[in-house]
């Protein structure tokens, strides 16, 4: 028997796998950034989101916007095609590249660096198990897992260029 609609494709594995991957990149935006759980945009004027964008929380919330719209396009039987998914991933791009980086300079804002420096005399830092002279360049698990799971992001959309040979196709 044929299949009745020859020009939907099966989603590709890396593509279905996004479903948890999405999810997971979710929870760690709104852990490093606490972004709340509603976010209001300000849509006065065409210029109205300069300060949105620059503000490291709405950015965040904006690209957890789009993480939930893969999250979707990632489940089994749920429609979509090949230039919805490229454009998804490519617009979280800058986002989850900068999110790292973001997340260390809103933790310094928020430092108290007079207790950080009262701190170091005694030894230690308030509130961790570091000692003065552990290893500073030692790797930062949550953000290596971070960065592997933004990689997935593009190992899904290079799949589904794969599958659909380029052209702008259908997936279920």
Known sequence: MTDPRPDVLAKPDALLALHDVTAELFARLRDWFDVPGTVELDLTAVD??????????????????KLQALHVLSTPGVRTTTDVVVIIVQDLDRALRQAPASRLRAQAEATDWDAELAALDDGGLPGSEQTVGDDATASDPEVERFRMLHARLHEAARAVLAVSEGRVRVFE
Do not use: F, N, Y
């Not at 109205?48 to 916007?65: K, N």
């Open 48 to 65: 109205a989101a300069v300060a949105e964008l620059t503000d490291p929380v709405m950015v965040a919330a904006l690209a957890m916007r």
